[in-house]
């Protein structure tokens, strides 16, 4: 059975840093595009970042670029996402999902994990 489990979140200060864990288990996951998305209170889900299937290639979210940094081991089935100078807009729950092409698109992505609550606050 696919899974895809976060971890990580938590209350951080503004400008202070967090990283978030995708543990992926039940499918090939080299295989798979990994992608992260947020969704804020009240706000759509967005696409934050994805990293292709062996890290070669990554992309950003305009509002993330410069601050945030995904990177994934194949070896430990898990993909992280760094993020360095939060701000309080950051403050959402993030989603770690699966797929066969590198998107900021939701429907891209047919795996989601559960979430985990990111919370920027001084």
């Known amino acids: 059975q696919l899974q895809l489990v976060e971890s990580g979140g938590g209350l951080v200060q503004p400008g202070g840093s967090l990283r978030l864990f995708c543990a992926a288990s039940g499918f090939t996951f080299d295989s798979y595009v990994i992608g992260w998305f947020r969704q804020a209170p009240g706000k759509e889900r967005e696409g934050v970042s994805w990293i292709s299937r062996r890290g070669g290639s990554t992309n950003y979210a305009d509002s993330v670029k410069g601050r945030f940094t995904i990177s994934r081991d194949n070896a430990k089935n898990t993909v992280y996402l760094q993020m360095n100078s939060l701000k309080p807009e950051d403050t959402a729950v993030y989603y770690c999902?699966?797929?066969?092409?590198?998107?900021?698109?939701?429907?891209?992505?047919?795996?989601w994990g559960q979430g985990t609550q990111v919370t920027v606050s001084s």
């Open positions: 999902a699966a797929g066969r092409y590198g998107s900021l698109h939701l429907n891209e992505y047919n795996y």
